[in-house]
Structure formats: C-alpha cells, structure tokens
C-alpha cells in the first residue's frame, strides 16, 4: 500500500479570504494558539494548546473531534488533507480525508516552541503527518491573517509584510519513543544533545543561519589541595594512568555534578577518593583548555581546602593509593618541576599559604533578570579582616 499526502488547501488567495471568512465563526477555526509559558531550561513537560485530531465516525467517515470545553473551542484548528491509497498493484485507488492535529507545545521565549515529550501519539504511525503539519503550522503561523488584513484593506504590498511564524522548534523524544527519531531526522531535524532518558532534536525553521543555542560545550573538574597544619599535602596515584605519569603523586580531582557547586564538588571528590573529610577555604586559580574530550572544553578549578580529619579510606574503584606527603617533597617530583602548568598551580598555592596571594570567594547573589541565587565568584579584601595581600 502506497500512501499519499495531497495538500486540500484552497489555491486562490480569494478562496482563501473567503475559507477564514467562513471559519472564524467556527468553533475550530482558530489560527493561533497563544499558551504564555516560557521556555523551560530543563526543557520540562508543558501543556501547550493544541490542535486536535479527528476520529472515525460510525458511518466510516472522518469527523473532527469535539472540544472537551470551552477553551479547548476556541483553541481547536481543523486542516483537512486527502490520502490517496494505492493497491500494491496499482489497480484501483480511492481517496479519503482526515484531520491532523498539531502536536502538543508551548512558545519558548524566543520566538520558538517545545514539544511536550508526555503527549506525543500514542501511535507511532500517527507521528509523521503530525510532524509534518506541525512544521506546516509553525513555519506559516502569523502569515496567514495579516496577508488577509492587508487584502481587506485594499492593500497589495506583501513582500512587506513581517509577521513571521515559529522560528526553531525543540523535539525531546524519550528513550522508550526512539522508534521516531527517525521519523524526524528524515523531516530535516538534526541532534542537539543526549542524556540517558532521552534524545533532543531540533529544527530551525527560517532561511540563514540556524540561532538556536548550541548543546553545553564545557566539562567542569575540579581538584583540591588539602595541607594539614604539619605541611602535609593529601595525595592520591589513580588506578588508572598513563604510563608517564607512573610515580606522580597529585592533588584529588574529578568533575563536579548537575546542580554541583565548584566549591562542594571539590569537597565531595576529595572524601569520595581519600576519605578525608574537609572544609572549603577558596578557589585559587583555575584552567581552561580546548578540545579535549568529544571535543568540549574544560574548566578545571583548583580549590584549597582545609582538612577536618585525618584518616584515610580510598576509593578502590579509583584511587590506587592516597596518603600525607610533605609539602617540600610534594614539590620536588620530578613530573611536577617539569610541567609549566603543575609546578604554577603549586607556586600559587605556596603564594596563599605564605598570605601573599589571595584566591577567589563564591557570594550568594540574586539576579533581576531572572530571579535566580547563584554564586559569584570573586575577590574581596575587607579592611578590618585582611588575611592576605592581593598580587
């Protein structure tokens, strides 16, 4: 069976002033949808309004589907198209129509919709014309109606007219839904970014460059130099390393959480890889570099903290050995005199211990912009509390 898709669409610019004319007393007639939900950055469920689709009467015939109230009437869009169905032979023919419905979404903020991921159809078959019209419906959304204006008042300037629809659209499809990415990378929308529950897509809609933001392009680590008040350093050799970095004795590190702070990450790894529980003083300088794994960038904070106890217990899946070293053997290692970014990072750390060098001191703050607390982290030399002096 072959099946295709006829656009039922009147062709005359007059016919179709006069399908709106008719339509706009009709309880499916709305030609926009407006739900004021921003976007999400989590890319959350929302409840868009949507289109609805129609349903097979008794009588074999497509019907569109009623409003369950009255928002959903004046929210409701009927578009109706003509499948043609072809025998595998090519013999006999007949033609039926239906009602697509536009899948579920809310605008972002931007001039874009998201895709409720909860409320896509239920019937994979059913997603590819949604699909399909739904794209139709963002890329001409707004169009439509002031073309019409511009008619009514007599006007015929319409390359003038600068309404335009949807611009990028976010399709999260879950795990358990993947049988339709497919469906719409054949549709032209391109990966954005994965996580282990779900796969986002996206598609941008005008012609030029696509403007929607890109996926996360940094990796965060950090690393925490932990000195008791005997000038002993807390060490770790990883399990495993290359092999020219056999005899290096470092500083714990790792890579800090979702919703992880800098400075309770830091914390975290080293009582996760040593055991030692301690308390973070400041971050003292921090590292940027490029393309390194699957090509993202990293930032690496390097954190002094204070140690709270002293017994050691290492991570067997990691760590192949944790202990105290002194400091000035700490800094004897061949690898670390030889390696211009170790050896700096040791200076800076001897600077703050000697109170020569002051390092970084995350703050609460709110944001107008958005409302939200975060921490900024910076410099602050308090007259009647100076513990150091700022290079």
Request: with cysteine; aromatic share 10%; charged share 25%.
């Amino acid at each position: 069976m072959e099946l295709k898709f006829l656009d039922s669409k009147p062709s005359s610019l007059s016919e179709k002033a006069a399908l709106v004319a008719r339509t706009k007393s009709s309880p499916f007639s709305s030609f926009e949808h407006s739900v004021g939900v921003k976007f999400s950055q989590e890319f959350s469920s929302c409840r868009g309004i949507s289109k609805k689709a129609s349903y097979l009467s008794s009588n074999g015939t497509y019907m569109p589907k009623r409003a369950n109230s009255s928002v959903d009437k004046e929210k409701t869009a009927a578009e109706n198209y003509f499948y043609q169905i072809s025998g595998t032979n090519g013999a006999s023919s007949s033609l039926f129509s239906r009602n697509v419905g536009v899948l579920d979404a809310c605008d972002d903020e931007y001039g874009g919709v998201v895709v409720d991921p909860d409320r896509l159809p239920a019937n994979p078959d059913d997603f590819a014309p949604m699909l399909q019209f739904s794209l139709s419906h963002w890329r001409n959304e707004g169009k439509f109606l002031p073309m019409l204006e511009q008619l009514l008042r007599g006007l015929n300037r319409f390359l003038d007219i600068l309404c335009w629809g949807k611009k990028g659209v976010w399709l999260k499809l879950p795990l358990e839904r993947s049988e339709l990415v497919p469906v719409a990378v054949k549709e032209g929308f391109e990966y954005h970014h994965a996580e282990p529950g779900y796969v986002m897509l996206t598609y941008w809609i005008p012609e030029g460059p696509c403007l929607l933001p890109t996926n996360a392009t940094h990796q965060v680590g950090v690393g925490g130099f932990v000195i008791n008040d005997k000038n002993e350093v807390l060490v770790v050799q990883e399990k495993f390393y290359d092999p020219s970095f056999a005899d290096l004795w470092k500083i714990p590190t790792g890579f800090i959480l979702e919703s992880e702070e800098i400075y309770t990450g830091a914390v975290r790894e080293v009582k996760e890889e040593t055991g030692v529980d301690t308390e973070f003083v400041e971050v003292i300088a921090f590292r940027h570099a490029h393309n390194l794994a699957f090509d993202k960038s990293d930032l690496f904070f390097v954190c002094m903290l204070k140690p709270l106890s002293a017994q050691l217990k290492v991570d067997d899946l990691e760590i192949q050995a944790a202990k105290w070293m002194p400091l000035v053997e700490f800094v004897a290692q061949p690898l670390i005199q030889e390696d211009g970014l170790f050896k700096k990072i040791v200076d800076i750390c001897m600077a703050r211990l000697g109170k020569h060098y002051c390092g970084l001191l995350p703050r609460q703050v709110v944001s107008k912009f958005d409302g939200r607390s975060s921490c900024l982290y910076h410099n602050v030399i308090d007259a009647g509390n100076v513990t150091c002096n700022g290079n």
